[in-house]
Each structure stands twice: as structure tokens, then as C-alpha cells.
């Protein structure tokens, strides 16, 4: 198979879908790479450790497009590249479409098979391809709420950690999948004073016996998210309903509560924010502020630990690429259910129900 790789557009994305290490893999399975120049570089991987693995370096995401047969990324398909589109290509990438109806439209006019990181899954249920950038969205988390509580930026002037004779900041986490247990690592060991949320007495009983003491743990009631709004200096919104829109657990009415100078991250923006006043934000202007809170939003987190999250993805997302490249994307799915779970849009349908309802489009099984 002829793969592609394009260099991301989306603002301050360093992020690239497949490493020098990845492709040399796919080239000794037979396939032919073709990487956009200059798409490795924000992950210090010039185009010659692109050469030396194998891969042809091409000077446009046009001639990627126009060369290859699937096209592996990290973030959406930005308007210029989804024209580029066509039913021949196979698309696999993060997408992100419950949030992003004008994506998913398209997508669906191109033609093209869309398959998601986001929804592949795996034996036990879990979200293997989504899991990595969990990890590194939640331990971010911590690490710019921390910086956001600092005075200068317009925080409270708040030390995550406290000190002795000073206590620690609150820190709320909102969920307790990979992104708040990541979240939640970060914020003990900068020896906050941390509680978890989440609606799963199961789960609440594993990060329990995980954590012991070093947490609390409380059912996410909608009490008790307003009484966590009020009391944190930090709230972290780690809140993941696979393929669909997050729910909006945190209301302007509990923002009202919240100490001036008090930090919301929202990791769950990519999937429309898990708080009724979160709107999408860049690196480049990643914060806002409603009335006294310090809204932290970027929707593509990762991308500011850009080396660390591409190489990260990498190792998930391979074996499923070489899988598609080696077999096809029909067969690869008829063969892997749940590889066929991330199938999310091909032959301009939508192909995954959670999506439809999200979006409020007609749902078709593949």
C-alpha cells in the first residue's frame, strides 16, 4: 500500500503520524511511505532520518494526497487537507467528529473510509489508541493548572503543593479513566490535596485500593461536583463517553461559586468540553477568563509535548496501520471488530451510532 503522511496544520501542532522508526517498519512489510517535507521536524526528525528509513519526501500535502492510498496523521483533516479527500483514500487519525458536525460533513462528501483513533478498541473494552494522549493530557493537566494558579498568569497566587504551616491547593478530578489517574499521579506527587470523581463504585473501589490514602474518592453526584466547584482551586475535566459528546458537568451557575483566581482544565474539549463555559482555545492563546475563573481549553494538548506524544501514539497506532496497509481496510475490519469500532465514516455515511447521535445525522452500519 502507498501510505501518506502530511505535515499538521492545525495552529502550533507538532505533532506527525508516523516517526521515522514507524515507517522504516512499514517499508520492510513492502509498503511505499511518502512524507511532506519538513513534517517531522517538530519532533527533531528531519527529512534525511525520513530518507534513511525508507520514506520518499514529497514538497506538498497535495502530492502526499495525490500519491497515497492512506494518510495517517495526528489531529482532523483542517478544511484544505479534507479537500483533498477522495473515495479511494483511506483516512486514520484522531477525528473527534461528535463535536465538529462540519468535519463529519466533509468527510462524508469526500467519500473516503475515516477510521478514529478514538473509538479503535480493544479485547477489555479500553481505548488502546486513545490511551497514550490520555496519559499525556492528564499529567499536562496538573502541570499548566499549576502554572495558571501562579499570580502572574491571573491566578490566586496558589502553590499546587502548599508548604509547611500552609496547606495545599484543592485539586477536583473529574473522571477516573487514564487522563484523571494520570492527572491524579501528577497532582500527588506534587502533594496536592486530591479527590477524584466519577459515576463507576467500581472504579471509585480501584482507584481506591490504587491510590490508598494518597486520595479521595466520591461518586459524581451533581451535589457533589458543585460542592467540589466551590471548594477546588484546581478543577480537571477528564470525562470521556466514547464516540460522543462529553457531558456538561460543571454549570455557569457552579462557575459563580468558585474562588476569583481559581483554574478549569477541560481535557475533554476535543469532544465539546466538559464545562457549559468551555469553548476550544489554541496554544497560542490558551486561556480565558469568565467570572474570575482561568478557563484552560486547548484542544490539542499533546501537541505542546509534541516528541514525547508522537512517539508515544506511535507505539500504539502502528500495528494497526500495518495491519490496515497489509490487508486492506475492508478486510482488516472484518477481521479486527475492533479496529472495525473506529470506523467512524466511508461511503459519505456515518458509520458510528455514537457519532450519529452526537451530531444528530442518520446512522448507518458499516
Known sequence: MRIGVPKEIKVHEYRVGLTPASVAELVAHGHEVFVETKAGNGIDCPDKAYEKAGATILPTAADVFAKSDMIVKVKEPQLPEIELLEPRHILFTYLHLAADKPQAEGLMKSGATCIAYETVTSRTGALPLLKPMSEVAGRMSVQVGAHYLEKEPGGRGVLLGGVPGVAPAKVAILGGGVAGVNAAQMAVGMRADVTIYD???????????????????????????????????????????????????????????????????????????????????????????????????????????????????????????????????EEAMRQDPHLANGLNVSGGKIRHQAVAEALDLPYEPA
Do not use: W
Open 199 to 329: 459515576i463507576s463504585n467500581e472504579r471509585l473501589a480501584e482507584l481506591d485500593m490504587f491510590f490508598g490514602s494518597q486520595i479521595k474518592t466520591a461518586y459524581a453526584s451533581r451535589d457533589a461536583i458543585a460542592r467540589a466547584v466551590d471548594e477546588a482551586e484546581l478543577v480537571i475535566g477528564a470525562v470521556l463517553v466514547p464516540g460522543a459528546a462529553a457531558p456538561k458537568l460543571v454549570t455557569r451557575d457552579m462557575l459563580k461559586t468558585m474562588k476569583r483566581g481559581s483554574v478549569l482544565v477541560d481535557i475533554a474539549i476535543d469532544q465539546g468540553g466538559c464545562f457549559e463555559t468551555s469553548h476550544a482555545t489554541t496554544h497560542s492563546d490558551p486561556v480565558f477568563e469568565i467570572d474570575g475563573v482561568i478557563h484552560y481549553c486547548v484542544a490539542n494538548m499533546p501537541g505542546a509535548v509534541a516528541r514525547t506524544s508522537a512517539f508515544a501514539l506511535n507505539n500504539a497506532t502502528l500495528p494497526f496501520a500495518l495491519r490496515i496497509a497489509n490487508l486492506g481496510a
